[in-house]
C-alpha cells in the first residue's frame, strides 16, 4: 500500500531511527553468537550436572543459559536482594485455576524450591513447582527427589510432562504491569488536572516534561500516518506509547521493582499486537478491504495476490509482537552474558571490561526503550492509517 | 522455546491490564490533556490572528491619518489661494473705482474752469467796451481844443489802459 508518505515525510527522521536500530542490530546479532557460544561452553561445562543436583550442591559449574533465561522468564518470587532465605523476597500471591475449583496461596509456600521438590498441598491437590512452572504434583519424588517428570530430548533440554493447572498468579510480570498501570494513571491524571488549572497557560512541572512527548506522539506519529482522523486514535497511541516506554525502562532497572521483563515477554507483546489487529481490522473502511480482497493487479495475479493480502493482514502484526519481544528480551541477554563473562573466565579481572560494556549496553538499552516504544506506536499509526486512509 | 509460547495466565491478565489502562487514561488523562492542549493552541492560534488585524488595523489608521493630513493641505492651500484671489481683486476694484472717481473729479474741475474762464472773458468784454466807449467819449471830447493836446490825451490814455 501507500507507504511513501512515511518514507518520503519522514526520510531524515527515519534514517536516524534506523541507523540507530540497525547498530543496535548488529551488537544484537552480536548478543546471540555471543551467547550461543556462552550456552555451548556452558553446556560443556555444565554437562554432568542435571538441573535437579544445581540447587543441592554446591555449585560445581556456573550454568549461564539457565541463570540468562531463569533473569528474562516470569517468576512466583520478586527478590528485592540476596538470593533465597538469605534475601528478602516479596512472595507473590498464586492463584490457579484447578479441577476443583479456585486455589490460592503465597508463593512462599514452594520454600525457593525450582524443581518439582516441595509439594503444596491444597484443597486436597498436590502441586509442584519447576522452572517457575506450577505443575499437579507426581505422588511419589523421583530419583532426585523431584514429585514432577522430566524427559530430556536429543538437545538435553529436559521438559516436564505433569499437566498443569491454568496459572492465573500475580506473577513478577503481572506485579510489574500492574505497578507500570498504577504510575500511569497517577502520573497522567496529574498531568491532565495540570491542563485543567492551569487551562491556556504555560505547562509547569511534570507536564511540561511530558507535553513534547505527547505532543511527539501526536505530531510525528499520528498525523503522519492518520491524517484528520488521528483523533480518535489518540487514546490508543499514547497509552501505548507511554506504557510500551515505562515497562521498558522499568525493564532497564536492574532491583526492585524494576527489573520484571514485561515488554521482553510474549505475553504482553501478543496482547499489544492483537489490540492493533483489532482496532486495524474493525475500523478498516472499504477500500482496505478491496485492496486485500480485489488487489488493483492483472486478473491472473488474482489468485496469488489475494492469499498473500490475507496472510498479510495476520503477518504484520505477528511482526509488531516479535518485534517488540525480541529487541527487549535480546537487550536483556545481552547485559547479562556480558556481566556473565565474569564467572565463565571466572576472574575479577575481567570485571571492569564487563561492567565497562555492560554500562554501554545499558545506556544503548535507554535508547532503545524509547525507539522500541516508538517503533510499535507508529508501526501501529501505520496499520491503522492504512486501514482509514480514503482514497481518491 | 518457552519463550515464545504466551503464558494463558499473564496473557488474561495482560488483556484485563490494557484494556483497563486505556479505558482509565482514555477517560481521565488523554481527553483533558488533548482538550487542553488543543485548546491552548486554539486560544494561541487566536491571539496571533487578532494581533495581525490589530497590525492591519493600525496600519490602515495610520494612512488614513496621512490620507486626512493631506486632505487638510490641501483644503488648506486652496483657502490660501482663494483668499489671495479675492484680496487681489478688491484691491483692483477700489483702483479702478478710484481712478473712475479722480477722472470724474478732474472733469468737473474741468468744467468749473471752462465756465469761470468763459464768466471772466464775458466780463473782460464789458469792461474793454466800456473802457472803449470811455476812451472814445474822452477823445472826442478834446478833439476840439488842440491836435497836440489830443496826442498826448490819446498817449496818456493809452497809457492808462497799460496800467490797467
Same mark, same amino acid.
Given at each position: 500500500m501507500? #507507504?511513501?508518505?512515511?518514507?518520503?515525510?519522514?526520510?531524515?527522521? &527515519?534514517?536516524?531511527?534506523?541507523a540507530?536500530?540497525?547498530?543496535?542490530?548488529?551488537?544484537?546479532?552480536?548478543?546471540?553468537?555471543?551467547?550461543?557460544?556462552v550456552?555451548? *561452553?556452558?553446556h560443556?561445562?555444565?554437562?554432568?550436572?542435571?538441573?535437579?543436583?544445581?540447587?543441592?550442591?554446591?555449585?560445581?559449574?556456573?550454568?549461564?543459559?539457565?541463570?540468562?533465561?531463569?533473569?528474562?522468564?516470569?517468576?512466583?518470587?520478586?527478590?528485592?536482594?540476596?538470593?533465597?532465605?538469605? @534475601?528478602?523476597t516479596?512472595?507473590?500471591?498464586?492463584?490457579?485455576?484447578?479441577?476443583?475449583?479456585?486455589?490460592?496461596?503465597?508463593s512462599?509456600?514452594?520454600?525457593?524450591?525450582?524443581? @518439582?521438590?516441595?509439594?503444596?498441598?491444597?484443597?486436597?491437590?498436590?502441586? $509442584?513447582?519447576?522452572?517457575?512452572?506450577?505443575? #499437579?504434583?507426581?505422588?511419589?519424588?523421583?530419583?532426585?527427589?523431584?514429585?514432577?517428570?522430566?524427559?530430556?530430548?536429543?538437545?538435553?533440554?529436559?521438559?516436564?510432562?505433569?499437566?498443569?493447572?491454568?496459572?492465573?498468579?500475580?506473577?513478577?510480570?503481572?506485579?510489574?504491569?500492574?505497578?507500570?498501570?498504577?504510575?500511569?494513571?497517577?502520573?497522567?491524571?496529574?498531568?491532565? =488536572?495540570?491542563?485543567?488549572?492551569?487551562?491556556?497557560?504555560a505547562?509547569?512541572?511534570?507536564?511540561?516534561?511530558?507535553?513534547?512527548?505527547? &505532543?511527539?506522539?501526536r505530531?510525528?506519529?499520528?498525523?503522519?500516518?492518520?491524517?484528520?482522523? #488521528?483523533?480518535?486514535?489518540?487514546?490508543?497511541?499514547?497509552?501505548?506509547?507511554?506504557?510500551?516506554?515505562l515497562?521498558?525502562?522499568?525493564?532497564?532497572?536492574?532491583?526492585?521493582?524494576?527489573? $520484571?521483563?514485561?515488554?521482553?515477554?510474549?505475553?504482553?507483546?501478543?496482547?499489544?499486537?492483537?489490540?492493533?489487529?483489532?482496532?486495524?481490522?474493525?475500523?478498516?473502511?472499504? #477500500?482496505?478491504?478491496?485492496?486485500?480482497?480485489?488487489?488493483?493487479?492483472?486478473?491472473?495475479?488474482k489468485?496469488?495476490?489475494?492469499?498473500?493480502?490475507?496472510?498479510?493482514m495476520?503477518?504484520k502484526?505477528?511482526?509488531?509482537?516479535?518485534?517488540?519481544?525480541?529487541?527487549?528480551?535480546?537487550?536483556?541477554?545481552l547485559?547479562?552474558?556480558?556481566?556473565c563473562?565474569?564467572?565463565?573466565?571466572?576472574?575479577?579481572?575481567?570485571?571492569?571490561a564487563?561492567?565497562?560494556?555492560?554500562?554501554?549496553?545499558?545506556?544503548?538499552?535507554?535508547?532503545?526503550?524509547?525507539?522500541?516504544?516508538?517503533?510499535?506506536?507508529?508501526?501501529?499509526?501505520?496499520?491503522?492509517?492504512?486501514?482509514?486512509?480514503?482514497?481518491? | 522455546?518457552?519463550?515464545?509460547?504466551?503464558?494463558?495466565?499473564?496473557?488474561?491478565?495482560?488483556?484485563?491490564?490494557?484494556?483497563?489502562?486505556?479505558?482509565?487514561l482514555?477517560?481521565?488523562?488523554?481527553?483533558?490533556?488533548?482538550?487542553?492542549?488543543?485548546?491552548?493552541e486554539?486560544?494561541?492560534? +487566536?491571539?496571533?490572528?487578532?494581533?495581525?488585524? =490589530?497590525?492591519?488595523?493600525?496600519?490602515?489608521?495610520?494612512?488614513?491619518?496621512?490620507?486626512?493630513?493631506?486632505?487638510?493641505?490641501?483644503?488648506?492651500?486652496?483657502?490660501?489661494?482663494?483668499?489671495?484671489?479675492?484680496?487681489?481683486?478688491?484691491?483692483?476694484?477700489?483702483?479702478?473705482?478710484?481712478?473712475?472717481?479722480? *477722472?470724474?473729479?478732474?472733469?468737473?474741475?474741468?468744467? +468749473?474752469?471752462?465756465n469761470?474762464?468763459?464768466?471772466?472773458?464775458?466780463?473782460?468784454?464789458?469792461?474793454?467796451?466800456?473802457?472803449? &466807449?470811455?476812451?472814445?467819449e474822452?477823445?472826442?471830447?478834446?478833439?476840439?481844443?488842440?491836435?497836440?493836446?489830443?496826442?498826448?490825451?490819446v498817449?496818456?490814455? &493809452?497809457k492808462?489802459?497799460?496800467?490797467n
Open positions: 501507500d #507507504y511513501n508518505r512515511v518514507f518520503v515525510s519522514k526520510v531524515r527522521r &527515519l534514517i536516524v531511527v534506523f540507530l536500530f540497525s547498530a543496535f542490530l548488529g551488537f544484537t546479532t552480536g548478543a546471540f553468537a555471543q551467547t550461543d557460544s550456552a555451548a *561452553a556452558g560443556e561445562v555444565v554437562a554432568p550436572v542435571t538441573h535437579g543436583e544445581e540447587h543441592g550442591k554446591e555449585e560445581k559449574g556456573f550454568d549461564i543459559t539457565s541463570f540468562i533465561f531463569h533473569h528474562i522468564s516470569d517468576s512466583h518470587f520478586f527478590t528485592l536482594f540476596g538470593h533465597g532465605d538469605h @534475601g528478602v516479596l512472595h507473590l500471591p498464586i492463584i490457579l485455576w484447578t479441577d476443583n475449583g479456585l486455589v490460592t496461596f503465597s512462599s509456600a514452594f520454600q525457593f524450591d525450582d524443581a @518439582g521438590k516441595v509439594v503444596v498441598e491444597k484443597n486436597g491437590q498436590r502441586f $509442584a513447582i519447576a522452572h517457575n512452572k506450577i505443575y #499437579y504434583a507426581n505422588a511419589t519424588a523421583d530419583a532426585h527427589g523431584s514429585y514432577v517428570s522430566h524427559v530430556t530430548n536429543e538437545k538435553g533440554e529436559e521438559t516436564v510432562t505433569n499437566v498443569r493447572p491454568l496459572d492465573f498468579s500475580i506473577t513478577k510480570n503481572v506485579f510489574s504491569m500492574l505497578l507500570s498501570i498504577i504510575i500511569l494513571v497517577i502520573v497522567f491524571t496529574t498531568v491532565a =488536572a495540570g491542563y485543567k488549572k492551569r487551562a491556556g497557560k505547562p509547569k512541572g511534570v507536564q511540561s516534561f511530558l507535553e513534547p512527548i505527547i &505532543l511527539f506522539v505530531d510525528d506519529i499520528a498525523r503522519p500516518n492518520l491524517g484528520h482522523k #488521528y483523533a480518535a486514535f489518540m487514546p490508543y497511541l499514547l497509552s501505548v506509547f507511554f506504557f510500551i516506554w515497562n521498558n525502562m522499568l525493564g532497564l532497572v536492574p532491583f526492585f521493582p524494576g527489573g $520484571a521483563n514485561v515488554t521482553g515477554n510474549i505475553a504482553l507483546t501478543v496482547v499489544l499486537a492483537a489490540a492493533t489487529f483489532l482496532i486495524t481490522t474493525f475500523k478498516a473502511n472499504k #477500500y482496505y478491504w478491496g485492496h486485500i480482497l480485489n488487489p488493483p493487479v492483472p486478473w491472473w495475479l489468485p496469488l495476490m489475494i492469499p498473500v493480502e490475507i496472510f498479510g495476520f503477518t502484526p505477528i511482526a509488531l509482537a516479535i518485534r517488540l519481544f525480541a529487541n527487549i528480551t535480546a537487550g536483556h541477554i547485559v547479562m552474558s556480558l556481566l563473562l565474569i564467572f565463565i573466565f571466572n576472574s575479577y579481572a575481567v570485571a571492569p564487563s561492567i565497562f560494556f555492560a554500562v554501554f549496553i545499558g545506556l544503548i538499552e535507554f535508547l532503545v526503550a524509547f525507539i522500541q516504544a516508538f517503533i510499535f506506536t507508529i508501526l501501529s499509526a501505520l496499520f491503522i492509517g492504512m486501514a482509514v486512509e480514503e482514497h481518491h | 522455546m518457552d519463550l515464545l509460547i504466551p503464558e494463558v495466565g499473564l496473557l488474561v491478565w495482560n488483556t484485563i491490564a490494557f484494556l483497563v489502562l486505556v479505558f482509565l482514555g477517560k481521565f488523562a488523554w481527553k483533558p490533556i488533548m482538550k487542553g492542549i488543543h485548546d491552548r486554539q486560544s494561541i492560534d +487566536e491571539a496571533l490572528n487578532k494581533a495581525e488585524l =490589530a497590525r492591519q488595523e493600525m496600519a490602515r489608521l495610520s494612512s488614513q491619518n496621512e490620507e486626512l493630513m493631506k486632505q487638510a493641505r490641501e483644503e488648506r492651500d486652496q483657502i490660501l489661494k482663494e483668499a489671495k484671489a479675492l484680496k487681489d481683486g478688491i484691491v483692483n476694484e477700489a483702483k479702478t473705482q478710484a481712478q473712475a472717481e479722480g *477722472a470724474k473729479l478732474i472733469e468737473k474741475a474741468r468744467i +468749473e474752469i471752462e469761470q474762464k468763459k464768466a471772466a472773458l464775458a466780463e473782460l468784454k464789458g469792461q474793454v467796451s466800456a473802457l472803449s &466807449l470811455d476812451i472814445a474822452r477823445v472826442l471830447r478834446t478833439q476840439l481844443d488842440d491836435k497836440a493836446k489830443q496826442q498826448e490825451l498817449n496818456n490814455l &493809452l492808462d489802459v497799460e496800467l
